[in-house]
Structures are given as C-alpha cells and as structure tokens.
C-alpha cells in the first residue's frame, strides 16, 4: 500500500517543527526512466523555521544511493544523492516577489494547500540528477550541454 504523506508546511515552519523518514526508491516513479534497478531506499529530513523576516522556509535534505543507467553501455551507475536545500513557502504566485532579491540558497514555491513529502522529494531528485549519466571508464566526450540544464539553475 502507498500511503500518501501530506504535510502543511506552513504550519512546520511556525512550529518549527522536524520530521524524518524512508521512502523506497521504487515509489519514485518521476525518476525511475533514469534508473538501472529502483532498489533501495532514501532517507529525507524536513525541518521547518521562520526566518528573521517572517518567511516560511522548510529545510530539506535528501540522502541514499540510487542506481543509474549508464548512457553508454546501460549498466549500473551508482549515484550518491547527497541533497540539501531550502525551500521558501508563498501562498500564491504574487508572493513570490522579485527573482533578483532572492537568497540564492533558497528557492521559492508556491503551496495552495498541503504539500505532498514524496513529490516535494522527487523535484529535488530530479533536478539534481545529471542529464547524462555514464561510468567514468564509459567517458565524458560525447555529452552535450542540455537545453534543460538551464532549467536546473530555476528560481
Ligand atoms: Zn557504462
């Protein structure tokens, strides 16, 4: 059974609150094109805070190994996931204010309503992922810069 975990970030980071968990690797169905095996499980971490100026700020970090296939031979490459990030909790799209003033370390989203942990997780994932993943010994030289990997410096 695949329970679905919602939170209401906001009120984390009011109480500044702290939760932690796994998820199986297998439940990450926006990532599995890009896996060898879906074994194997994350940790995640979710700590809220409001910050000096009254933002809403959920801290997320995201550790395990996944298995990626390699682009080359389409074998297993393991993949450390070693994610931190901060997240600035808007209510709606006129709060997310001016991109130039935004704390580069923070990126902005907008929560209608409660946030769902696994999919929360699988954005990071997904932006951190490399846009062609190989074995070292399966070389580097034909990779090309990615039109997307613009998108992976988002606001
Ligand atoms: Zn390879």
């Known amino acids: 059974m695949s329970e679905q975990t919602l939170i209401d970030g906001f009120e984390l980071a009011r109480m500044g609150r ?23 499980r ?18 997320l970090s995201i550790s395990g190994m996944l298995h990626l296939r390699c682009q080359r031979c389409l074998g297993d490459v393991e993949y450390p996931l070693q994610l931190q990030v901060s997240l600035r909790l ?33 954005d990071e994932i997904l932006l951190d992922l490399p846009f062609s993943p190989r074995h070292v010994e399966c070389g580097i030289d034909a990779v090309r810069e990615s039109p997307f990997s613009i998108l992976k410096g988002r606001v």
């Open 18 to 40: 702290s939760l932690g968990g796994k998820i199986d690797v297998s439940r990450l169905d926006r990532v599995a094109d890009a896996l060898y095996s879906n074994s194997g």
């Open 42 to 59: 994350i940790d995640y971490a979710i700590s809220g805070e409001i910050d000096g100026e009254g933002n809403h700020l959920l801290h």
């Open 90 to 122: 808007v209510k709606d799209e006129a709060d997310l204010g001016d991109v130039e003033d935004e704390d580069p370390g923070v990126d902005s989203i907008v929560v209608k309503d409660k946030l769902e942990i696994l999919s929360m997780i699988e």
